[in-house]
């Protein structure tokens, strides 16, 4: 076998490892209103965003954009993002791999309901500077959920660097519009459908349990 089909290999089981332990949230408690409707005038507006951020965006942040292309803990707030240090991004690694398979598992749904089409699929004057996603699917935006999710989560663990970490979790959203992945409204939704996992999560016990034992 290649080695970039092993990796390929390795990767679908570690999301698969990853999801299955993912903490428990109930999708009837949590609410996305659905995107605007093509043609409409908020998708156009999400388009007039779009060909902004296509026009002005540099080389450079494209860069930075397509290191996150795979929203892992690591990407988004790793040693070599210059967030987390090597010894704090180790002691919450696995940590961080459960926060992210708990998000995407509670965005996927709406995905499959919206089945909103990719910027760039919907319009092919919109050229992404970033990988394109696996799936064709675009709101509500998951790494806009999981870059709030775990910002919110580690700025508890390490309260001194809060600032950046919210700030960070935040850019995960933009990046995405600014490499032409994702619609701004599918952000907005990701962001809003963040912060009603996060009160999921503060009513479970297992979610409280680990983060309680990571705090300084």
């Not at 010894?87 to 926060?99: H, I, L, N, Q, S």
Request: with cysteine.
């Amino acid at each position: 076998m290649k080695f970039k089909q092993l990796v390929v290999v390795f990767t679908v089981m570690a999301c698969q490892l990853s999801a299955e332990a993912a903490w428990q949230i109930n999708p009837a408690n949590l609410r996305v209103p659905a995107p605007p409707a093509p043609g409409s005038p908020g998708d156009q507006k999400d388009f007039e965003i779009l060909f902004q951020y296509q026009e002005k965006r540099t080389d450079e942040e494209c860069r930075a954009a397509n290191l996150q292309s795979i929203p892992s803990l690591a990407a988004l707030f790793g040693p070599q993002t210059g967030v987390l240090t090597e010894e704090e991004f180790a002691a919450v690694e696995e940590f961080g791999g459960e926060v992210v398979a708990t998000v995407d598992k509670a965005v996927a749904p709406f995905k499959r309901r919206f089945t909103r089409e990719r910027p760039y699929d919907e319009n092919s004057d919109i050229r992404p500077c970033v990988r394109k996603p696996g799936g064709a699917l675009s709101y509500p935006s998951s790494h806009a959920a999981i870059g709030v999710v775990l910002g919110d989560v580690l700025a508890q663990i390490f309260p001194d660097k809060q600032d950046q970490l919210h700030r960070e979790g935040q850019r995960v959203g933009e990046n995405r519009v600014l490499g032409g992945v994702h619609h701004p409204s599918d952000v907005v939704a990701g962001r809003k459908l963040a912060l009603q996992i996060e009160g999921e999560l503060q009513k479970n016990s297992d979610f409280l349990s680990a983060l309680q034992a990571l705090k300084h």
